[in-house]
């Protein structure tokens, strides 16, 4: 089902209204975010889901702030979907915030089937975009777009603060588009660092 699904995305990719959208890739990067915790609607059942607590037993979680009615998030669509696919066995996850696009907006992009995440809505309209923290984390990490759709923060669950408002000071983000070979790289590295630590010890010369 979910390969029909990405199959779906990519052909989505293709269609004209993101073909009026030119790629914006950006590198993998640490800044200083101070990202907060959040309490936002599912949108499969309009509950309310808190960051903190979804995220509990996970290695890694790779959040995406999309709009969409974004060209730039249909090219990224299949390759997050595909990234989950490949590692959600490992404690991967991914949760899509929405912004700028109204509910009914996001379902009908990701069909009846809906998407194969978790997806919760920050904002509905365009006239929230100075308002949400979306925009406040752009601010301040250097990302210059307008719309900053799509924008990707990873998360690492055990490095979390366990309470208050602020969950990390700092954090590995992009500013624009995945790489994705970049990206698929750290996710590797950051699910199986003992393999990464053991393929990277010297073996001594044997006479």
Same mark, same amino acid.
């Given at each position: 089902?979910?390969?029909?699904?990405?199959?779906?995305?990519?052909?989505?990719?293709?269609?004209?209204?993101?073909?009026?959208?030119?790629?914006?890739?950006?590198?993998?990067?640490?800044?200083?975010?101070?990202?907060?915790?959040?309490?936002?609607?599912?949108?499969?059942?309009?509950?309310?889901?808190?960051?903190?607590?979804?995220?509990?037993?996970?290695?890694?979680?790779?959040?995406?702030?999309?709009?969409?009615?974004?060209?730039?998030?249909?090219?990224?669509?299949?390759?997050?979907?595909?990234?989950?696919?490949?590692?959600?066995?490992?404690?991967?996850?991914?949760?899509?915030?929405?912004?700028?696009?109204?509910?009914?907006?996001?379902?009908?992009?990701?069909? =009846?089937?809906?998407?194969?995440?978790?997806?919760?809505?920050?904002?509905?309209?365009?006239?929230?975009?100075?308002?949400?923290?979306?925009?406040?984390?752009?601010?301040?990490?250097?990302?210059?777009?307008?719309?900053?759709? =799509?924008?990707?923060?990873?998360?690492?669950?055990?490095?979390?603060?366990?309470?208050?408002?602020?969950?990390?000071?700092?954090?590995?983000?992009?500013?624009?588009?995945?790489?994705?070979?970049?990206?698929?790289?750290?996710?590797?590295?950051?699910?199986?660092?003992?393999?990464?630590?053991?393929?990277?010890?010297?073996?001594?010369?044997?006479?």
């Amino acid at each position: 089902m979910i390969k029909l699904f990405i199959t779906a995305l990519f052909l989505l990719a293709l269609s004209p209204i993101a073909a009026f959208a030119q790629h914006e890739y950006s590198p993998l990067e640490e800044k200083t975010v101070n990202y907060k915790n959040w309490a936002l609607k599912n949108l499969k059942d309009d509950k309310p889901v808190d960051l903190r607590s979804l995220v509990q037993g996970k290695k890694l979680v790779m959040v995406i702030y999309f709009a969409p009615w974004c060209g730039n998030w249909r090219y990224e669509a299949p390759v997050a979907a595909k990234l989950y696919e490949k590692y959600k066995a490992q404690g991967f996850e991914v949760i899509g915030v929405s912004e700028y696009g109204t509910r009914d907006d996001v379902r009908a992009f990701f069909g =009846p089937d809906g998407p194969p995440y978790t997806v919760v809505s920050e904002s509905e309209s365009r006239t929230d975009r100075e308002t949400t923290t979306h925009y406040g984390y752009r601010q301040l990490t250097g990302d210059k777009r307008r719309w900053g759709s =799509p924008w990707n923060i990873f998360l690492e669950p055990a490095k979390l603060t366990k309470e208050g408002e602020i969950l990390t000071e700092k954090a590995w983000v992009v500013n624009g588009e995945l790489v994705e070979a970049d990206v698929d790289k750290f996710i590797g590295e950051h699910l199986n660092p003992t393999a990464v630590t053991a393929s990277a010890v010297i073996e001594p010369c044997k006479n």
